[in-house]
């Protein structure tokens, strides 16, 4: 079993849509969690923490649920820019060790 | 420049070449990461270190061979590799090796080991 899993997609979605993703983890000690965008042939970069009570930063919601070990990551209003390859992250251990998932990727159609 | 840099952004080899990747952080950061990306693969944490001090070794082959001469440089120096080690080499570094702080990633080395 993989420790950090995701849908690999794609998913294709209008602009202006919805769109939510869910990752799950093995390890229930796992002590923080991140969502990173990683653009075609660039590096990732940290988009969001996930927070226990969840939390939002504009058009972006992260929530995680401990007790079922996922995290979900939903964009409202879809841009073209948000096309992109969405990874969870997950760290278990008290340094600063990442797991990373494989990656969920969207594509905003105009 | 700022951030995080690597050098060369692309590199072919064969399998009996040495050659050595380099990484290079502005950014004043304590702690700097070596990760391998294949094709199909997650991100794979290689070596990290931690005011110059190997804190993690993946179960990373002998080929790879990681150094930290400073806090602000990173080299993984590379000898008979295979063609499965093909992928692309990302370094990040963070303020500390502590989980509050952000890595930041550098563009990346394309390897391509024929």
């Known amino acids: 079993r993989k420790e950090v899993e995701q849908d690999p997609g794609p998913f294709n979605v209008p602009e202006g849509a919805t769109v939510a993703f869910n990752c799950t983890y093995s390890n229930s000690a796992s002590q923080s969690f991140f969502w990173y965008r990683q653009d075609c042939r660039k590096e990732p970069k940290l988009l969001m923490s996930?927070?226990?009570s969840g939390n939002e930063d504009g058009r972006f919601t992260a929530q995680l649920n401990r007790a079922s070990q996922y995290i979900s990551l939903l964009i409202r209003d879809s841009k073209l820019s948000d096309s992109a390859t969405y990874l969870c992250?997950?760290?278990?251990?008290?340094?600063?060790?990442?797991?990373f998932g494989g990656g969920t990727r969207l594509m905003v159609k105009p | 420049e700022t951030g995080v840099t690597q050098t060369p952004r692309h590199l072919v080899m064969g399998m009996t070449n040495k050659k050595s990747l380099k990484c290079e952080q502005h950014?004043?950061?304590?702690?700097m990461y070596w990760y391998k990306q294949s094709a199909k693969k997650p991100l794979e944490l290689m070596f990290v270190?931690?005011?110059?001090?190997?804190?993690e070794n993946n179960s990373v082959p002998s080929r790879f061979s990681p150094e930290c001469p400073n806090s602000s440089h990173l080299f993984l120096h590379l000898h008979t590799l295979q063609p499965e080690d093909s992928a692309l080499y990302l370094c990040?570094?963070?303020?500390?090796?502590?989980?509050?702080?952000?890595?930041?990633f550098g563009p990346g080395t394309r390897l391509t080991v024929t």
């Open positions: 996930v927070y226990s």
């Open positions: 990040a570094s963070s303020q500390d090796y502590s989980p509050v702080y952000e890595q930041y």
């Open positions: 950014l004043g950061h304590n702690a």
């Open positions: 270190y931690s005011l110059e001090e190997r804190v």
């Open positions: 992250v997950v760290n278990y251990n008290a340094g600063n060790m990442l797991t």
